[in-house]
Every structure is written in C-alpha cells, then in structure tokens.
C-alpha cells in the first residue's frame, strides 16, 4: 500500500469526475449515479463498497460505456484512463479498450459467457479480437489461461459449454476471459456474491495472485467490507448514487466517518466482540431514484440527531485527514471540525 501523498499523478491509471448517469423513463430522467468522483493508481485495488441498489454496477458499467441500452445515459463526467477520456473516444476505439486494457467480471456470470458457443471457441474469440496471432496460437493461450484460473483438464473443457460447469467453475472461465489479453484495469463487480464462501476465498485469492503476476489495476465492487478489508489498498463508500467516504483501507476502517459507513461496519461480524452480540443492521432501505433528497441521502435512516434542513443542501465533500474524504453532513460536521482540531 502506498500513501496517497507519496504517488505521482501518471502513478494515476483511472480518475473519474463528476460521474453522473441517468436512466430516461416515461417519468423523466432518473439520476442513478450522481457526481461520483474516483481515482486508481496502477497495480492497485480499489474496493467499491455499498448496499444493492446504490449505483455500483452503473458506475463500473458507464467506465467501459456498457449502460444498458436506449435508457441509460451518460449526463455528465469525464473518465481518464491512461491518458485519454474514455467518455469522448470513438466506438472502435472502446471496442479495443474493452476486453482489452480493461477487463470486466459482470455481475452476470451469463451476461458474459454466450450459452451456444464453446468456452475455447468464446476465449479464442476475445484473443483474436485484440491479438494478431493465430488461431491455433489463440487456442493455446486460451488452455493456458484456464490452467491459470486452475480449470482442471483446460485441453478437455476448452471442448464445453457454460451449463456444463458449476457456478465456481463459470466464475473461472469469466476470470479467463476478462483477463486474457492482460488488461491493465479489471472490473470486478461482485465476482464471488453467487458462491460458497470457499470458493469466495479462492477466486479472490486467485484474482490477487494474477493481479500481482500481471501488475494490473483492479476495481473490487462488493456489497461486503470483509471483503473489503482483504483485499483493497482503497474503499470508496457509495450510498443512493453518491460517494459517502473515500480513504485508504486502514484509514476507512480506523476511522469511520459517515454515519452510513459506521452502519455498515457495525453489520459485519466481528472477532474482538463477543460472539453472543448481535449484529446491528442499519434499518430502512436505499431510497428509491425516484424520491432522492437533494441534501444528506442517509438522513431517512441516519440515528444522529438531526433536523431535515440536512435534506435540503448536498453535504460538501471535506477532506478530513489526508486522503480520507467524507460528506460532511451538518449532523455530524461539528464533530468532524473538533476532531479535525485536535490534531
Ligand atoms: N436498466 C435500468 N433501468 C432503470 N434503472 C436501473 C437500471 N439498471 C439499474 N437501475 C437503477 O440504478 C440504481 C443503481 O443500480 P446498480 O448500479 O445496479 O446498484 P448496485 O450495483 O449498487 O446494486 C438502482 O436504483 C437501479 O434500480
Ligand atoms: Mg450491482
């Protein structure tokens, strides 16, 4: 893990600004992803965390310009990868970064695998989209990268289809795929939601050991801070659309800030507690897009005291501690300045 103040700026691969997107709908327009600000250094892990419904796969979905379509739009934003806005180049040119410097996991284990094609012929397929080589060369680096994610007998099941594997297998096979035109950015949104917790550990396990291989960036999207904790050097905390709380891992877990943030930590399991204390959840659900507050979002379920003037006004992003942002909603902004001054 590197501080955020020891990196230079073309450390930086990835930084999103002002990031909205929105969904037209018979009602209007309806903003899923509103002014979100990132940045990624290469080689490293960025987590995106938050509860279903906060605009984590739009998010990750606009960066590779994949938002379903004719609904989805782009509003606003600009999002530099490796030095040029990935917002404003042409089609061919995103056909080229997708699959190629960037790979994704889909949350979709089958949105990403085609169902009448063979894995070989699917992996082939992506090599020789990016890759001028050879079919026959294509073949052998799609086995080679099945015996990287550990598929037993790759020269037998490169033959099969995607029902023919079990769920941790497919999830192997996307690995596969997103990584084998070694992208210098993967998008993983959820990778392990749909599988055992073994198998969660080894997947993710096996994404740290191609990423150290390979020196790629990665984007970890999960409803889970465990995960979180494990596997990033930086979280970024999305709640209805917004980033809440942004900071090195450490940092984040040290020093929650964001009522939002504390809620979620408090829901995870914990070794110094005792085991007989229950988990707390955090009560109430993510407001639907419909009827988003322009102020605090959290407020709805927010236990500081409060008045709904907080509803009014979005809350400024304030940077607390070097390289910890939070928005700092007026219910705990006083708090945040004593603390700040104590330092
Ligand atoms: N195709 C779509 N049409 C309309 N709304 C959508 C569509 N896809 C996602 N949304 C809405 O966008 C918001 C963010 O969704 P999403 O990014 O999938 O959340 P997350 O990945 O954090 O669970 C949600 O309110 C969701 O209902
Ligand atoms: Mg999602």
Request: negative net charge; glycine residues 8%.
């Given at each position: 893990?590197?501080?955020?103040?020891?990196?230079?700026?073309?450390d930086?691969?990835?930084?999103?600004?002002?990031?909205?997107?929105?969904?037209?709908?018979?009602?209007?327009?309806?903003?899923?992803?509103?002014?979100?600000?990132?940045?990624?250094?290469?080689?490293?892990?960025?987590?995106?965390?938050?509860?279903?419904?906060?605009?984590?796969?739009?998010s990750?979905?606009?960066?590779?310009?994949?938002?379903?379509?004719?609904?989805?739009?782009?509003?606003?934003?600009?999002?530099?990868?490796?030095?040029?806005?990935?917002?404003?180049?042409?089609?061919?040119?995103?056909?080229?970064?997708?699959?190629g410097?960037?790979?994704?996991?889909?949350?979709e284990?089958?949105?990403?695998?085609?169902?009448?094609?063979?894995?070989?012929?699917?992996?082939?397929?992506?090599?020789?989209?990016?890759?001028?080589?050879?079919?026959?060369?294509?073949?052998?680096?799609?086995?080679?990268?099945?015996?990287?994610?550990?598929?037993?007998?790759?020269?037998?099941?490169?033959?099969?289809?995607?029902?023919?594997?079990?769920?941790?297998?497919?999830?192997?096979?996307?690995?596969?795929?997103?990584?084998?035109?070694?992208?210098?950015?993967?998008?993983?949104?959820?990778?392990?939601?749909?599988?055992?917790?073994?198998v969660?550990?080894?997947?993710?396990?096996?994404?740290?050991?191609?990423?150290?291989?390979?020196?790629?960036?990665?984007?970890?999207?999960?409803?889970?801070?465990?995960?979180?904790?494990?596997?990033?050097?930086?979280?970024?905390?999305?709640?209805?659309?917004?980033?809440?709380e942004?900071?090195?891992?450490?940092?984040?877990?040290?020093?929650?800030?964001?009522?939002?943030?504390?809620?979620?930590?408090?829901?995870?399991?914990?070794?110094?507690?005792?085991?007989?204390?229950?988990?707390?959840?955090?009560?109430?659900?993510?407001?639907?897009?419909?009827?988003?507050?322009?102020?605090?979002?959290?407020?709805?379920?927010?236990?500081?005291?409060?008045?709904?003037?907080?509803?009014?006004?979005?809350p400024?992003?304030?940077?607390?501690?070097?390289?910890?942002?939070?928005?700092?909603?007026?219910?705990?902004?006083?708090?945040?300045?004593?603390?700040?001054?104590?330092?």
């Amino acid at each position: 893990m590197t501080p955020e103040t020891g990196n230079r700026d073309d450390d930086i691969l990835l930084k999103v600004t002002d990031l909205s997107v929105a969904f037209d709908t018979e009602s209007g327009p309806l903003v899923a992803v509103d002014d979100v600000d990132f940045s990624l250094h290469r080689g490293k892990t960025l987590g995106i965390v938050g509860e279903s419904g906060c605009g984590k796969s739009v998010s990750a979905l606009s960066l590779i310009r994949l938002l379903p379509q004719p609904m989805g739009r782009i509003r606003s934003g600009e999002v530099w990868f490796d030095g040029r806005d990935l917002l404003k180049v042409r089609p061919e040119e995103m056909h080229q970064v997708r699959g190629g410097e960037i790979g994704m996991i889909f949350q979709e284990p089958m949105t990403a695998l085609n169902p009448v094609h063979s894995i070989g012929r699917q992996l082939t397929e992506a090599v020789l989209l990016h890759q001028k080589i050879s079919p026959a060369e294509a073949l052998e680096q799609a086995v080679e990268m099945l015996k990287r994610v550990r598929i037993p007998s790759p020269e037998i099941r490169v033959g099969e289809y995607p029902h023919q594997l079990s769920g941790g297998m497919r999830q192997r096979v996307m690995i596969a795929m997103a990584l084998i035109n070694r992208p210098k950015l993967l998008i993983a949104d959820e990778p392990t939601t749909a599988l055992d917790v073994t198998v969660q550990a080894q997947i993710l396990a096996l994404i740290e050991e191609l990423q150290a291989e390979m020196g790629m960036a990665v984007i970890l999207i999960t409803h889970d801070l465990g995960v979180i904790a494990e596997n990033c050097d930086d979280v970024v905390v999305m709640y209805a659309g917004r980033v809440v709380e942004q900071a090195p891992v450490l940092e984040l877990f040290g020093s929650p800030t964001h009522p939002y943030t504390r809620g979620l930590l408090d829901s995870i399991p914990r070794l110094d507690h005792p085991r007989k204390q229950k988990l707390r959840t955090i009560e109430g659900t993510v407001p639907s897009l419909s009827r988003m507050p322009a102020g605090c979002r959290f407020a709805p379920r927010c236990s500081n005291p409060h008045d709904d003037t907080v509803l009014a006004q979005r809350p400024p992003m304030v940077e607390f501690r070097p390289g910890h942002w939070v928005e700092a909603c007026p219910c705990f902004r006083e708090a945040l300045a004593n603390a700040t001054a104590e330092r």
